[in-house]
């Protein structure tokens, strides 16, 4: 069974810093656009950042979130992450670890083209 499993979630005061983790199992995600979407209570689904298979050369960021997010993954691991800084309340929401199996380079930014999920870890940012 295919498994992505998000964790370091948790609650921060504004002006602070999460680094959030994604396992994967079941298969290896090493050729396969990774990324992470967010969604608050009454709102859609939104982009946050993606990756390719050529790491770092290969990433997208929400513009509202450019500068303070900062996507990286290690294939050798099976894994990716989102190091968060500057963290504000309107950054409050469940984060979901997300894998696009059919892309390799250039990552989509919508949730359609992602075929796998992980369960979500919360995000909470007091003011």
């Known amino acids: 069974q295919v498994q992505l499993v998000e964790s370091g979630g948790g609650l921060v005061q504004t002006g602070g810093s999460l680094r959030l983790s994604c396992a994967a199992s079941g298969r290896t995600f090493s050729t396969a656009v990774m990324g992470w979407f967010r969604q608050a209570p009454g709102k859609e689904r939104e982009f946050v950042a993606a990756?390719?298979?050529?790491?770092?050369?290969?990433?997208r960021v929400s513009d509202s979130m450019k500068g303070r997010f900062t996507i990286s993954r290690d294939n050798a691991k099976n894994a990716v992450y989102l190091q968060m800084n500057s963290l504000t309340p309107e950054d409050t929401a469940v984060y979901y670890c997300?894998?696009?199996?059919?892309?390799?380079?250039?990552?989509?930014?919508?949730?359609?083209?992602?075929?796998?999920w992980g369960q979500g870890t919360q995000v909470t940012v007091s003011s």
């Open positions: 997300a894998a696009d199996a059919t892309r390799t380079i250039v990552p989509s930014t919508r949730p359609y083209n992602y075929g796998y």
């Open positions: 990756i390719g298979s050529s790491g770092s050369s290969s990433t």
